[in-house]
């Protein structure tokens, strides 16, 4: 493990950086860039080679001869009902859930910015309390407190509202437990970003007038754009590719996709369509992590102009 | 709520937050009362109620207390044997692949941190595609590899698959805290003779060690959780206690499953409590801004 030769020349010194690079780059591709092409080939009805282990035991599958292969598993898949309804969920849920993190993580953060007080610290430390707790057991827990027995109906009851709604089992429960369990990265990447602003520039603002409304919207929210951007995406794929959450808080119908492939793969033994699933998936987390590159990308020239 | 009450005073006093009339800093005090309030209710709230359910006997709605306590089954949950083999499967499993982890990211990490190589951004940004493919996807394919490979169920098969979670985590983390290490600190160590090894060690890994340790207790907790990948690729021979909880909730009583999640965020909580500063102070968002 030594630290780059560094006095053997400008080559010498960007092939050690690369071959430090190289073990986490190798398993990376090795178990998740690799595994991805093979499972681009097999849903398109490519089902020898690597496949044929799962393609054996898979049920009610399209296989091609040769040739790039046939986008019929694809044509059933997504013209199928359930999985419409299922997108449709997937998507509302992904959207509501990233919007309240972003939300509550910058209340919190806004509030820890502008305050020192002790409510403000007991804020933070209460925010990241999540990050603490297994996902099984938070999605347990949660299904427990707002379920039909649980305490939020329980408490709802004694308070005279005995039709307070159950929401285990149900899709707004499920936004439930992903703000619970996506709060702390947002907090502290929110919080931390906001930290980084510098006090002299809020106190200009506010000194010529601008209210806290107009300071929050003027100044720290274009300082602080790339921590948010960093949030909503990261908070966005979480969402999209979540298992536990859904699997035990949702129902059983319709459900995110997440479970659903899960389902399709174990449940109904069709792994080609679970993957078909999984790529449009794969697709969407694509389209949401590309804005992030570019927000990461963007944020780094300004260090290295000003260096 | 004196807490929030001497909150909204000290908070007056900051230039950032104006002091207004009377009516408005005591409107300000309860708001900020009650946000706290629902934000303990929100998140603490279901740990509670799980928590009375382990020691729970009978409970039925709408009562807000067991009709009665008992410790039963915590002698059931320790009496059972393949639940204690799964809790020794998890604390083997979670160190190895932490330190496997580490092993093969941290030289990565300081390389990522501090040399300058062609394609370096962009094999930075490619160890997120561990987050963006769904993980059922991968394992589909993964399994026809490891079929291919003999490495279903076996021990190296689950290392590997839960080896997956921590990439970014012990990459990207400790490569922010590397590039912060002030370079003026080591030119200095260097200036007064240390060599290159012993600077590294001495000044480098010191200042580095606090974004190292987030991310180690970070990879620690995601292979202690994963349960996806280590049930298709570890089960029958390797059932850890993740995968127990997703049997437990299924096949037992409620009050079973809170013992045994009572277990599991043992060494959880224990481990984030140790860097719980560090968290805080930025290390985990440090990382994930990419520089």
């Not at chain 1, 998507?91 to 820890?112: D, F, M, N």
């Not at chain 1, 039709?163 to 929110?190: C, S």
């Not at chain 1, 699933?277 to 944020?299: C, D, I």
């Not at chain 2, 909150?7 to 002091?19: D, F, G, H, M, V």
Request: proline share 6%.
């Amino acid at each position: 493990m030594s630290p780059g030769r560094g006095g053997e020349g400008a080559l010498g010194r960007r092939l050690v950086g690369l071959a430090m690079v190289l073990p986490p780059v190798a398993l990376v591709f090795f178990l998740v860039g690799f595994p991805i092409v093979v499972a681009i080939g097999y849903s398109l009805g490519h089902v020898g080679g690597l496949n044929s282990a799962v393609s054996a035991i898979a049920q009610h599958q399209v296989a091609v001869g040769g040739g790039i292969g046939t986008l019929e598993a694809y044509r059933e898949v997504l013209t199928s009902h359930q999985f419409l309804t299922d997108l449709v969920a997937t998507l509302w849920v992904t959207a509501l859930s990233t919007a309240l993190v972003v939300l509550l993580a910058w209340g919190i953060g806004l509030y820890l910015r502008l305050s020192e007080s002790r409510a403000a610290k007991a804020l933070s430390a209460l925010s990241v309390v999540p990050l603490f707790i297994p996902v099984v057991i938070a999605s347990y827990a949660l299904l427990a407190f707002w379920s039909g027995g649980g305490f939020v109906r329980s408490a709802a009851a004694h308070l005279g509202m005995a039709r307070f709604p159950i929401l285990g089992y149900t899709l707004p429960g499920v936004v439930i437990g992903q703000v619970w369990v996506n709060l702390p990265f947002g907090v502290l990447m929110i919080s931390s970003g906001l930290q980084r602003v510098p006090t002299a520039l809020i106190d200009a603002a506010r000194d010529v007038g601008a209210s806290l409304a107009r300071t929050t919207l003027s100044v720290l929210v274009p300082m602080n754009l790339v921590p948010t951007v960093i949030v909503v995406t990261f908070t966005a794929i979480a969402v999209l590719g979540s298992f536990t959450v859904p699997y035990l808080i949702g129902p059983t119908a319709p459900t995110l996709l997440g479970p659903q492939a899960t389902v399709t793969f174990q449940s109904f033994n069709e792994p080609q369509q679970a993957e078909v699933v999984a790529m449009v998936l794969f697709l969407l987390a694509v389209g949401v992590g590309s804005a992030y590159v570019r927000a990461t990308m963007r944020g780094e020239r300004v260090p290295e102009l000003a260096s | 709520m004196t807490t929030a009450g001497s909150a909204a005073a000290r908070a007056a006093r900051r230039p950032a937050l104006r002091a207004g009339p009377l009516a408005h800093r005591l409107a300000a005090r309860a708001l900020t009362g009650l946000v706290v309030l629902l934000l303990v209710f929100f998140v603490l709230g279901p740990l509670v109620w799980l928590t009375l359910w382990a020691f729970a006997g009978p409970w039925t709605y709408p009562s807000l207390t067991p009709q009665s306590w008992t410790l039963n089954w915590w002698r059931l949950v320790f009496s059972t044997p393949g639940l204690e083999r799964s809790i020794e499967l998890s604390l083997l499993f979670a160190p190895v692949v932490t330190a496997a982890s580490a092993l093969i990211c941290l030289p990565a990490a300081y390389a990522f941190g501090r040399l300058s190589f062609p394609g370096r951004r962009l094999l930075l940004v490619s160890l997120f595609a561990t987050n963006a493919f769904p993980k059922i996807g991968l394992y589909i394919t993964m399994a026809g590899l490891f079929f291919s490979l003999h490495l279903m169920s076996t021990f190296l098969g689950v290392v590997l698959v839960q080896l997956i979670g921590t990439v970014v985590f012990m990459t990207w983390i400790p490569a922010a805290a590397f590039a912060s290490v002030p370079r003026s600190l080591e030119e200095a160590a260097r200036d007064v003779g240390a060599g290159r090894l012993r600077t590294f060690w001495q000044v480098t890994v010191p200042l580095a060690l606090p974004g190292i340790l987030v991310a180690v207790i970070l990879s620690f907790l995601a292979s202690f959780d994963e349960a996806q990948g280590t049930f298709l690729v570890g089960t029958p021979t390797y059932v850890t206690m993740p995968i127990q909880m997703y049997s437990l909730v299924l096949n037992y009583p409620q009050q079973v499953a809170a013992v045994f999640s009572i277990l599991l965020s043992v060494p959880s909580v224990l481990l984030m409590l140790l860097v719980r500063r560090h968290v805080m102070g930025g290390h985990l968002a440090e990382g994930f801004q990419l520089r």
